[in-house]
C-alpha cells in the first residue's frame, strides 16, 4: 500500500476552491516533492492529510489510516513527523522544553542525534529565536521520534545557505533509510536536489506528476546570450529554442532540445557571453502546462526576433 493516498481530494473556503479534486499516492521510501507558487494550495492539501482541515470531498489515507478517521488518524500519526510552515511555538518556553513535551507525547530517541546537525539554541526561550532557529527546531521536532513518514511544509524556508545543504543530505540519509518524505516548495532548484518525484500544483490543481528527470528534461535550460544579429537569426532556427526574448546586445531563449546541436550551431559564432541555468518554476508551468493540464510538448516555436 502506498504511504499516502490523495483521491479526488477538493477543500473549498467559503466560495474559494483551494485544492481541486486532486489525486496522487506516494510511495514508501521515497522523497516526495510537493510545487507550487504561493497559493497553490499546498498548505491546504498538507493540512487536509493530517486532519487539520476537513476536506469538502474526496479522500486520503496515510499509513493506511483514512483522515476522515479521526482514530485511525490519531494511530498514525505516532508515526508520521510533521513540520508545519508557520511554526506556532510558545515564545517563552525553551527549545528543552518544546522537545521535553514532544518526547513524553511521541518520543524521541533520534533527539541528541539530530540536535547535532541542527543546532537551535535549546537552552533559551523561543522569543530570543531567529526564523532560522526556529526553522531548526521544528526539524528535530519532526524527526526526533524517528517517524516512518514524515511531511513537512515549505522546511528550509528562513534556513542559510549550508544549513539547507545540510538538511538535504539529511533528508536523502533518511530516505536511504527507508523513510517517507513529503515535501512542500516553491523553490524548484530546491526540490530537484533531493526528491524522486515531483507533483506540481497550480490554482488548487495537479497540473504535472513527474519524477524529477523527466520534469527537468521537459522544462530545458534558458539559455543567455550576447552575440551578433545574425547568431541571433540563426539561433531562433533551431529545434528546441522556444520563448525568445530580445534585450540589449543579446538574446534569452528556453532550450529543450539536444546539447550538442545547440552547442555546434554557438561554435560557428562570435559569442561574448553566455550564461545557461534552469528556467524559473513560472517558465516551466507556462511553457509546459496548458490550462486544462495537459503538457504542451508540440508547442509551437517562436522565432520572433
Ligand atoms: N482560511 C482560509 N480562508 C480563505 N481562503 C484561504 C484560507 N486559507 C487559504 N486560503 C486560500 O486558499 C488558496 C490556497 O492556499 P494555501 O495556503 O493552501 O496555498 P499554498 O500553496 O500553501 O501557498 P503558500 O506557498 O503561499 O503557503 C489561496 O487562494 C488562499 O488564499
Same mark, same amino acid.
Given at each position: 500500500?502506498?504511504?499516502?493516498?490523495?483521491?479526488? =481530494?477538493?477543500?473549498?473556503?467559503?466560495?474559494?476552491?483551494?485544492?481541486?479534486?486532486?489525486?496522487?499516492?506516494?510511495?514508501?521510501?521515497?522523497?516526495?516533492?510537493?510545487?507550487?507558487?504561493?497559493?497553490?494550495?499546498?498548505?491546504?492539501?498538507?493540512?487536509?492529510?493530517?486532519?487539520?482541515?476537513?476536506?469538502?470531498?474526496?479522500?486520503?489515507?496515510?499509513?493506511?489510516?483514512?483522515?476522515?478517521?479521526?482514530?485511525?488518524?490519531?494511530?498514525?500519526?505516532?508515526?508520521?513527523?510533521?513540520?508545519?510552515?508557520?511554526?506556532?511555538?510558545?515564545?517563552?518556553?525553551?527549545?528543552?522544553?518544546?522537545?521535553?513535551?514532544?518526547?513524553?507525547?511521541?518520543?524521541?530517541?533520534?533527539?541528541?542525534? =539530530?540536535?547535532?546537525?541542527?543546532?537551535?539554541?535549546?537552552?533559551?526561550?523561543?522569543?530570543?529565536?531567529?526564523?532560522?532557529?526556529?526553522?531548526?527546531?521544528?526539524?528535530?521536532?519532526?524527526?526526533?521520534?524517528?517517524?516512518?513518514?514524515?511531511?513537512?511544509?515549505?522546511?528550509?524556508?528562513?534556513?542559510?545557505?549550508?544549513?539547507?545543504?545540510?538538511?538535504?543530505?539529511?533528508?536523502?540519509?533518511?530516505?536511504?533509510?527507508?523513510?517517507?518524505?513529503?515535501?512542500?516548495?516553491?523553490?524548484?532548484?530546491?526540490?530537484?536536489?533531493?526528491?524522486?518525484?515531483?507533483?506540481?500544483?497550480?490554482?488548487?490543481? =495537479?497540473?504535472?506528476?513527474?519524477?524529477?528527470?523527466?520534469?527537468?528534461?521537459?522544462?530545458?535550460?534558458?539559455?543567455?546570450?550576447?552575440?551578433?544579429?545574425?547568431?541571433?537569426?540563426?539561433?531562433?532556427?533551431?529545434?528546441?529554442?522556444?520563448?525568445?526574448?530580445?534585450?540589449?546586445?543579446?538574446?534569452?531563449?528556453?532550450?529543450?532540445?539536444?546539447?550538442?546541436?545547440?552547442?555546434?550551431?554557438?561554435?560557428?559564432?562570435?559569442?561574448?557571453?553566455?550564461?545557461?541555468?534552469?528556467?524559473?518554476?513560472?517558465?516551466?508551468?507556462?511553457?509546459?502546462?496548458?490550462?486544462?493540464?495537459?503538457?504542451?510538448?508540440?508547442?509551437?516555436?517562436?522565432?520572433?526576433?
Amino acid at each position: 500500500m502506498a504511504t499516502i493516498e490523495v483521491d479526488s =481530494l477538493t477543500k473549498d473556503y467559503g466560495s474559494v476552491r483551494a485544492v481541486d479534486a486532486i489525486s496522487f499516492t506516494v510511495e514508501s521510501g521515497e522523497i516526495f516533492g510537493f510545487l507550487g507558487p504561493n497559493g497553490a494550495g499546498k498548505t491546504t492539501t498538507i493540512r487536509s492529510l493530517l486532519g487539520l482541515l476537513e476536506p469538502t470531498a474526496g479522500s486520503a489515507t496515510v499509513l493506511g489510516a483514512d483522515v476522515h478517521d479521526e482514530g485511525a488518524l490519531i494511530e498514525a500519526k505516532r508515526r508520521i513527523g510533521y513540520l508545519p510552515a508557520n511554526l506556532g511555538f510558545d515564545e517563552e518556553a525553551t527549545g528543552e522544553d518544546v522537545l521535553d513535551y514532544h518526547e513524553s507525547v511521541k518520543g524521541g530517541s533520534r533527539r541528541d542525534e =539530530l540536535l547535532e546537525i541542527f543546532t537551535p539554541p535549546v537552552e533559551r526561550p523561543i522569543r530570543e529565536y531567529s526564523t532560522g532557529n526556529k526553522r531548526m527546531l521544528g526539524i528535530v521536532q519532526a524527526f526526533m521520534h524517528d517517524p516512518e513518514l514524515v511531511i513537512m511544509d515549505e522546511p528550509t524556508s528562513g534556513l542559510d545557505p549550508l544549513k539547507q545543504e545540510e538538511f538535504n543530505e539529511f533528508v536523502r540519509n533518511e530516505r536511504d533509510r527507508g523513510k517517507t518524505l513529503f515535501f512542500s516548495s516553491h523553490v524548484l532548484s530546491e526540490v530537484r536536489r533531493v526528491c524522486d518525484r515531483v507533483g506540481i500544483l497550480r490554482e488548487g490543481e =495537479l497540473v504535472g506528476l513527474e519524477d524529477i528527470e523527466t520534469l527537468l528534461r521537459q522544462g530545458g535550460k534558458r539559455v543567455q546570450l550576447q552575440t551578433t544579429d545574425e547568431a541571433r537569426a540563426a539561433l531562433t532556427e533551431i529545434d528546441g529554442v522556444i520563448d525568445v526574448q530580445a534585450f540589449a546586445e543579446g538574446i534569452q531563449f528556453i532550450y529543450t532540445g539536444e546539447y550538442n546541436a545547440l552547442l555546434r550551431e554557438l561554435a560557428t559564432h562570435d559569442v561574448r557571453e553566455i550564461d545557461i541555468s534552469e528556467p524559473p518554476l513560472e517558465d516551466i508551468f507556462m511553457h509546459y502546462y496548458g490550462a486544462d493540464g495537459a503538457a504542451e510538448s508540440d508547442r509551437e516555436v517562436r522565432s520572433d526576433v
